[in-house]
């Protein structure tokens, strides 16, 4: 974080807690400067950015005072799905919205795309460079099934900040965070299994269960503390369910960290059924605070919980680099492993592999965390002012998404059609369910900073939702 970023969140900070009150004048920037001993041009930065995010303005020849503060949109409620094991549908809305990632036309407001342009991976453009100049014999080789034993070495590492305990053998490399997900559902389940998921959950696990002929039990979750524990207990004896997925860090799509003493009680759930848990970290490390929370995994006693992750998210999805941590599960993952993609690419294994060593990965880290933090803020900020007022808005403990609820008669897929005709495609909450609830909900990604193209983009969205509250 540079001294200006600290800065404006120290100041941001004073401001939520009420030690500057609404419409009160800020110190000068002088006194600023000697109070923190920084320079002007620093002051200034800092109040620029507190101006972007809305919670200062200046006046001319007066200074900078607190903005006016406005009411917070309120938190999801705790969802209401179907209860009973469903067939997976959305394929088309999901294909479309994938799709349009690809076009130079599109403005893509809802894909799960991070930021790939910062400065902080010129470090992996080198490291890929150098291994194809030095002609490592590996690049062209097949590799270790484990995956390379440099980036195990490396994952394992990485995760005693998540409170694991790994070693190199108890990580196998995958083709991304999706593959993670697909061996570890093979190494368990059987077309015509039930697979209980979070409430609103990521598409593409989803889809995967579609494609293995699975069905899905949906479970009631909240937007603060995650799934519902008595409504797991209740579906886990009325139903043979053979596994839970579930993304309890920096959930996608609705941001949540599952708090510590639900995570224990879940696993006691798990032991008591006997309860396979597939949990997808892939958005972990991007929490703003830090320690970053606990995985699952680092609670688990006896091997019941399968560890996905990768570093689509927090490095570039370009990679295809992703991991599992099977516990007692590790002989099946590895069978479903050979037989779906048999090995996973050695250049950017090895790439993202020295990229850690060599320490670039965590200050990378640190300026995304900062990064998505400052844009959560802004799009928030837009969010309020172009979206219709009776809207309820989650607030994300990290990543990069944001989940924006409507008034329940309000169709999200009726707003995607017509914001369509302007280039810009959003993703409709009913892809985030099995049975396609959700349709008054959307996705929104922050990954990128705020415009004035995307301000417009917001604005346009804005209007057409309002537009069809209107007519409703």
């Not at 484990?146 to 305990?165: F, I, M, N, P, W």
């Not at 070693?167 to 039930?194: H, K, M, N, P, Y």
């Not at 494609?211 to 409504?231: C, F, H, N, Y």
């Not at 309860?275 to 892939?282: F, G, N, P």
Request: net charge neutral; proline share 6%; aromatic share 8%.
């Amino acid at each position: 974080m540079t001294r200006y970023q600290h800065l404006a969140e120290l100041l941001a900070q004073r401001i939520e807690q009420g030690l500057y009150q609404s419409g009160e004048r800020l110190p000068s920037v002088r006194a600023l400067s000697i109070e923190h001993g920084v320079s002007i041009s620093t002051v200034q930065q800092a109040y620029h950015l507190l101006e972007i995010r809305q919670l200062i303005m200046p006046q001319p020849r007066s200074g900078y005072f607190v903005a006016p503060r406005k009411a917070t949109p309120p938190v999801p409620a705790l969802t209401r799905p179907v209860q009973r094991p469903v067939d997976v549908t959305q394929w088309s809305s999901v294909l479309e919205l994938f799709n349009s990632r690809l076009s130079a036309t599109v403005c893509n407001l809802g894909g799960g795309m991070p930021d790939v342009s910062q400065s902080s991976l010129k470090p992996l453009w080198r490291s890929m460079s150098r291994l194809c100049q030095r002609q490592d014999p590996r690049l062209l080789n097949y590799g270790d099934m484990y995956g390379a034993s440099e980036l195990r070495e490396q994952v394992a590492r990485l995760a005693l900040d998540s409170g694991c305990q790994l070693t190199e053998d108890d990580i196998v490399i995958t083709t991304g965070c999706q593959e993670a997900l697909f061996v570890a559902v093979r190494s368990i389940c059987q077309s015509g299994d039930i697979v209980a998921v979070e409430s609103p959950t990521f598409p593409g696990t989803l889809q995967l269960l579609r494609g293995l002929g699975i069905k899905v039990i949906e479970i009631p979750t909240d937007a603060i503390s995650g799934i519902s524990l008595e409504a797991l207990a209740l579906a886990l004896e009325q139903w043979p369910i053979k596994t839970l997925l579930l993304v309890p860090n920096c959930n996608n799509p609705l941001g949540f960290f599952m708090p510590e003493p639900r995570k224990k009680v879940l696993l006691t759930l798990a032991q008591q059924y006997d309860l396979a848990i597939i949990e997808d970290d892939a958005y972990g490390e991007l929490a703003y605070d830090y320690p970053r929370p606990r995985t699952l995994k680092s609670f688990d006693s006896d091997g019941r919980v399968l560890l996905c992750s990768s570093f689509s998210k927090t490095i570039a999805p370009g990679l295809r680099v992703g991991w599992i941590a099977p516990g007692r599960y590790l002989e099946r993952v590895l069978h479903m492993k050979y037989i779906s993609t048999g090995y996973t690419v050695n250049h950017t294994q090895l790439a993202a592999a020295e990229f850690i060593a060599q320490g670039y990965y965590q200050p990378h880290m640190r300026r995304m965390r900062t990064i998505y933090k400052a844009n959560m803020d802004m799009f928030t900020c837009q969010v309020r002012e172009h979206f219709p007022c009776d809207i309820c808005v989650s607030r994300p403990q990290g990543g990069f998404l944001l989940w924006v609820e409507f008034p329940e008669s309000f169709d999200a897929l009726r707003l995607n059609a017509a914001v369509r005709l302007s280039g810009i495609q959003i993703a409709a909450g009913s892809l985030f369910s099995a049975a396609g609830k959700y349709r008054n909900c959307m996705r929104m990604n922050y990954a990128l900073p705020l415009t004035e193209e995307t301000q417009h983009v917001l604005s346009v969205v804005g209007k057409a939702a309002q537009q069809l509250l209107d007519e409703m």
